[in-house]
């Protein structure tokens, strides 16, 4: 079975400064997929930025990028000149491939951007 | 607009009542899920359906039920045999080809 971890449970930042928010995970299969999904205080579910596993090149997404390191099982996203909008409960999210896939997500950590 | 609407936002019930969520879709999805979400906790998946008439259990199935008779609609009963029903519920879809979900807006099942 798949597990996500997101070992920090709250970060703050200051507004226009750079954030890392971490994640590991831990899988058996070769081929899946990673994504970051924000839940602002509307509590809707946004994806941010989605990884496949066989491409070496590291997802970006305007501000939002990641740090994917297959062989450590790690999928960290960097936020760049924070935001006040990016105040959020992020969620790391690990789904494999083929049939019946579905979504595993951790457990999230709560990101306050200061002014 | 295409998306996923869910209704109501809020939904209040008595202890040992019967409830059922709505979940709609106009997306063309094939796939669609059901999660719930606990403070402190990330989402759980309940149910989820690949096809029209198919679904299968997900991590916590016990006290809901589903069906999945158009493609569109995947609505969630919560029954009387669910211990702790008080949640948040997300109903997401996802397209054939592709792995990300899309998720509605929520529903805040408060149960006393």
């Known amino acids: 079975a798949q597990t996500v971890t997101q070992s920090q449970p709250e970060m703050s930042v200051q507004e226009a400064e750079t954030v890392t928010l971490s994640c590991t995970y831990d899988?058996?299969?070769?081929?899946?997929?990673l994504f970051w999904y924000k839940q602002p205080p509307s509590r809707q579910m946004i994806l941010v930025i989605r990884?496949?596993?066989?491409?070496?090149q590291n997802a970006t997404e305007n501000r939002f990028s990641v740090n994917f390191q297959k062989a450590a099982k790690s999928f960290s996203l960097k936020i760049s000149d924070s935001q006040l909008g990016d105040t959020a409960m992020y969620f790391c999210a690990f789904c494999h491939t083929g049939a019946n896939s579905k979504l595993t997500f951790g457990k999230g950590i709560t990101l306050s951007v200061r002014p | 607009d295409g998306g996923i609407t869910q209704s109501p936002k809020y939904l209040f019930r008595k202890e040992g009542q019967n409830v059922t969520l709505s979940c709609e879709q106009n997306l063309n999805h094939d796939a669609m899920y059901w999660y719930r979400q606990d403070p402190g906790q990330g989402l759980r998946l309940i149910y989820y359906s690949q096809i029209v008439n198919d679904f299968q259990k997900g991590d916590i199935a016990e006290g809901y039920s589903v069906s999945r008779e158009k493609k569109e609609s995947f609505p969630l009963t919560v029954t009387s045999a669910q211990k702790n029903p008080t949640a948040f519920y997300l109903c997401?879809?996802?397209?054939?080809?592709?792995?990300?979900?899309?998720f509605g807006p929520g529903t805040r099942l408060t149960v006393t």
């Open positions: 899988t058996s299969e070769s081929n899946y997929y």
């Open positions: 990884q496949e596993a066989y491409k070496q």
């Open positions: 997401a879809s996802r397209a054939g080809a592709r792995y990300e979900q899309y």
